[in-house]
């Protein structure tokens, strides 16, 4: 495996692989490290696909004469997972492809072929390349946590029609729900099938539906309580030292985890704090010198690290003094936050890569 430098990829590779993934074909074209085409080809994208790839690129390699070369995958952990699987099995430098801007596309047109030359040369262009993230327990917790994200999507909107239900029933069963908490009205609502033999039909429909709701309330309970149970058994097993932090837990720690993925994936903690969106941003006009927040990278993991930072302001005392001294010096709580969260980034990178 080639490392990961701070010089352009064109400086290290003789050739770039790039790839448009599909559901049904793969796309790759060669290019040379000047952005040069010089061959293209269309497989299945199944793994003897990937197998007759990897066979074209060494053949192209051979004929050419391009010794070093490296992939760039466009969609690497959607449908390219197979591949990139196969070429990592393979040993080969594998890249994931940027984003290419929608203008471009658009003045350019769209095909397999010219997304690939898109891939290739987007890597090529940047100045920094990033590597796909790694399967296994890494993700095992970007699985969990996408089921958790859907369960408690599911059950918020389960809960708030349940409620809208409770506001338009009938005077005895509003009355019957008045002034219990939300758990309390829930379990109720799961003994109404066994008492509704009475009152009119819209009465006993409403009843029939709410136990129903509650049902899959409960169900939803049971759900997120075994995944995060889960959760926290792998986060335990790669990484125990990050829920020692103040202000982390399982689900912010499998945040983490996820978007750091392995060792080596991130050059420094300034690329994992862009990822996640930390960076300071320049904001500076003649006689004013100030930053801003960064409105891109992981929204997720940023989201996470907001989460970490507000819990830290509220329960823990060198972050309260912090906060406080910041204040005097007058920043604004948004300035503040950000600090904060650029200083987390950095803890929590510099722990993930001494002790994962």
Not at 36 to 48: C, F, K, Y
Request: with cysteine; glycine share 8%; charged share 25%.
């Amino acid at each position: 495996m080639f490392p990961i430098l701070a010089e352009r990829l064109a400086e290290r590779v003789d050739a770039v692989i790039g790839v448009d993934t599909h559901t049904d074909t793969h796309t790759a074209v060669v290019l040379t490290a000047v952005g040069t085409v010089l061959a293209e080809i269309t497989v299945p994208a199944t793994n003897d696909g990937a197998a007759v790839l990897l066979a074209w690129a060494q053949q192209q390699s051979s004929t050419l004469g391009t010794g070093r070369r490296a992939w760039a995958l466009d969609g690497a952990r959607c449908h390219g997972v197979g591949l990139l699987r196969v070429l990592r099995a393979a040993d080969e430098y594998v890249l994931e492809a940027p984003k290419p801007a929608a203008g471009r596309r658009r003045r350019g047109g769209k095909s397999d072929t010219l997304d690939a030359v898109h891939a290739a040369r987007g890597v090529l262009a940047a100045d920094h390349v990033a590597t796909p993230r790694a399967d296994g327990d890494r993700e095992a917790l970007r699985l969990l946590h996408v089921c958790r994200r859907h369960y408690s999507d599911t059950r918020t909107a389960t809960i708030n029609l349940f409620k809208s239900v409770i506001l338009t029933a009938d005077d005895d069963l509003r009355t019957q729900m008045r002034g219990l908490s939300t758990l309390r009205q829930v379990q109720h609502a799961t003994t109404l099938t066994t008492t509704s033999g009475s009152g009119s039909g819209l009465d006993r429909l409403r009843r029939t539906h709410l136990a129903a709701l509650a049902e899959q309330i409960l169900t939803l309970d049971r759900l997120l309580k075994a995944n995060l149970a889960e959760i926290r058994t792998l986060v335990d097993k790669l990484c125990p030292t990050l829920l020692d932090q103040p202000g982390i837990g399982p689900v912010t720690a499998a945040i983490a985890l996820t978007a750091w993925s392995h060792p080596g994936r991130f050059r420094n903690e300034a690329a994992f704090a862009s990822l996640a969106g930390v960076s300071p941003v320049p904001a500076s006009s003649g006689r004013i010198t100030r930053h801003r927040l960064n409105r891109g990278g992981d929204r997720t993991l940023n989201a996470a690290l907001h989460t970490i930072a507000k819990t830290r302001q509220r329960c823990h005392q060198p972050t309260k003094d912090y906060t406080n001294r910041r204040t005097t010096e007058g920043h604004t709580p948004a300035e503040i936050t950000r600090s904060l969260k650029r200083y987390i980034a950095r803890q929590i990178w510099r722990t993930l890569e001494a002790t994962t």
